[in-house]
């Protein structure tokens, strides 16, 4: 089955559709001095005489210089365009594009900022962003091949009026698809004696015996059995350290920061359903007992990590998280985060069993061609070869070939079980200038993210692969199942967002409460799920339904 991952980095999200009008990109615009003429599709350099391109990019902390930087180099040797860079620093990257976009004073292309789907829609509409649909028939070599790979990622990025005006990036990184894990202390499992749990009641007697039985053997009543974060992991957007995210899925669909999920190609939630009812209340059972740390309804990610990375002994039992390093420091001193495996995904007591699914992971707005554009051809060739793999993508990703990486010898095998691909030879991150950091359009697909040399002195990629191919996978959550990202028009967003923001804090105010005690779950249900109603819950299922109805039913 070909993976389909997106990073929703948009908060997999929201495109507003704006008002109808005439295309005015279609219209060209004469007063432009005629542009270069480029090479054929898939033909280098894309200009035979020297061409600039002026960019507008969102700054990388990893990235010294843009100018300078080792992949803008080859970039510009193998192409023969010049990029003249304006780089709009990173934590006030937002306001820059804003102004820009408000000015008028349009570079030739806008990159790495994930334009949003609003202005994507509204600026497209008044032709500041250029449609891109024939420059990708007539020179996406690179995009049509991803495409055929995969023809859902031209659905994903396609708005309503049906044409593209952003170009995405494509990762699709295989254990992210599940990242609603539950991470437990394994050598505690081991000290008692214990089987890894494998359904609610089991949990929970693991849970009492990690508060009660001293598993980290210092004579102290210092063990927290359970804990976690309300914040977003940085490397995703669901708040998938938060307790609800995994133990739920015991019980009902419980999916990413919305949770909707589709029943029968019908839009729904579970919050207000008997089974979300009964989670609620086994978990309010563990915190009940004192299992769960209270801070974990408050705390961020930091403070969960301190709580991981105790530096006295080990006191953390287990926690939900998209990784280790959600409650660990990856590669720490303490090797803390090797000590801690993924639990299989749980069966409740009416034998319901679920990994959450992520499979629509896009970041869509990562390369806008803007009406000011000297050389739209140019620009998009540009772009196009950026998704090149593996010898672009290894180059903007890792940097030189021969220094930062190689590509895998005869033997070599990947991540994936099968022969590799390519080795990374220098560790990933910090400050560097051989590559671009992740910014702008790339396309990795999962057999290039799997075809790494397994490294044994860099091995989470490879753990994460095992327990997501071995615990999560094989509970996966259907397809038909996955709400996927749909387009609104802006009428739709604009009531969406109110009711959305009232309806999803009244529902994490509420789970707090019922898992307290504060509120009793028993007495106050119905009470809640009235209020839910009031706060018009129809209505907010009926937007999404129609915004579903018109994006999927129409591509069926």
Known sequence: MMLITLSLLLSMGIVLSACSGKDEAATPDTSKPSQVAVTPAGQFPITNEKTTIKVLVKGSSSVEDFATNEFTKWLEQKTNIHIEWEVAPEKSATEKLNLVLSSGDYPDVIMGFGVSPTQMMIYGSQGVFLPLNDLIEKYGVEM???????????????????????????????????????????????????????????????????????????????????????????????????????????????????????????????????????????????????????????????????????????????????????????????????????VPPLKGPGGFQNAAYHPYVVGNGQYVITKNAKNPDAAFRLADFLYNTPDTTLRWYAGREGVEWRYAEKGEIGINGKPAIWKQLTPWGGVQNVNWSQTGPNYRSNDFRLGEVANPEQPLEVILYNETKTKMEPKQMPIDKVMPPVFFTADQASELADLEKTILDHTKEMMARFITGDSDIDKNWDAYVNNLDNMNLKRYLEIYQTAYDANFKKKK
């Open 144 to 342: 049509k091949k991803m495409f055929q790979e995969n023809a859902f990622y031209k659905d994903l990025i396609t708005a309503p009026d049906g044409k593209i005006y952003a170009l995405p990036q494509v990762n699709e990184c295989y254990h992210c698809m599940y990242q609603q894990r539950m991470w437990i202390q394994k050598p505690w499992l081991d000290k008692l004696g214990l089987q890894m749990p494998t359904t609610t009641d089991e949990f929970y007697e693991v849970m009492k015996a990690f508060k009660t039985k001293d598993p980290n053997g210092n004579g102290k009543v210092d063990e927290i059995p359970l804990s976690g974060s309300i914040q977003a992991s940085s490397s995703n957007l669901y708040s998938t350290q938060m307790l609800d995210s995994f133990l739920m899925n015991a019980f009902i669909y419980d999916h990413g920061e919305k949770k909707l999920y589709l029943e029968n190609g019908k839009v729904t939630v579970p919050y207000n359903k008997p089974e979300w009812k009964e989670g609620l209340k086994y978990i309010h059972k563990l915190y009940a007992e004192g299992l769960i740390d209270p801070q974990a309804l408050t705390q961020d990610n930091n403070q969960l990590k301190k709580l991981g990375e105790n530096p006295d002994t080990v006191i953390l039992g287990a926690s939900s998280g998209h990784n280790m390093g959600s409650l660990t420091t990856l590669g720490g001193s303490s090797g803390r985060w090797l000590t801690y495996v993924a």
